[in-house]
T-cell receptor, first 111, second 111 residues
């Protein structure tokens, strides 16, 4: 059974801090890993990673995948209050149509 | 480009009743996936539809059923509602395998 574990489960930081969110996974025949941001309801797509060692960046957010050690990290630099959300990590295995999600990391950024 | 939309936004039902939730996929997307998200948990895969056929199913009982229409919109039906069915139901549409885009969800409360 595919499994995703995210850590920490919650995090409180001050504006301007840099944070690193962790995602470890077990999946049969890995195909991709995805990060989403969920503020109120709809998870918003951030990144999809398929290859080890290639960093994906979007503004202050970046993510990298390590397929040997089976984990990914999501970095947010110079955090803002608008970054407060639950960050979800999900994996897809070859031959499967589903995304398997972790429980998420709740990030709170205080002024 | 229209995003994923879901209706209704909120719904209150009593145990034993039946419910139908609706989803319109993003323009050009032919695949719809449904997820159940309990409070404090990550989304759990219910099933996926591709070109009107069920394309994969998670660990949910048969009282969870669905449909996809020729315009790629979709319905999720739940019969014989139980208290544990109270959750946020998310619909996601995609064109490729994994990059799924989520709707705002339907909050179902079962009393």
């Amino acid at each position: 059974e595919d499994k995703v574990v995210q850590s920490p489960l919650s995090l409180v930081v001050h504006e301007g801090d840099t944070v690193t969110l962790n995602c470890s996974y077990e999946v049969t025949n890995f195909r991709s890993l995805l990060w989403y941001k969920q503020e109120k309801k709809a998870p918003t797509f951030l990144f999809m990673l398929t290859s080890s060692g290639i960093e994906k960046k979007s503004g202050r957010l970046s993510s990298i995948l390590d397929k040997k050690e089976l984990f990914s990290i999501l970095n947010i630099t110079a955090t803002q209050t608008g970054d407060s959300a639950v960050y979800l990590c999900a994996v897809a295995g070859a031959g499967s149509y589903q995304l398997t999600f972790g429980k998420g990391t709740k990030l709170s950024v205080i002024p | 480009e229209t995003g994923v939309t879901q209706s209704p936004t909120h719904l209150i039902k009593t145990r034993g009743q039946q419910v139908t939730l609706r989803c319109s996929s993003q323009s050009g997307h032919n695949t719809v996936s449904w997820y159940q998200q309990a409070l404090g948990q990550g989304p759990q895969f219910i099933f996926q539809y591709y070109r009107e056929e069920e394309n994969g199913r998670g660990n949910f009982p048969p009282r969870f059923s669905g449909l996809q229409f020729p315009n790629y919109s979709s319905e999720l039906n739940v019969n014989a509602l139980e208290l544990d069915d109270s959750a946020l139901y998310l619909c996601a549409s995609s064109l490729a395998w994994d990059e799924q885009f989520f709707g705002p969800g339907t909050r179902l409360t079962v009393l």
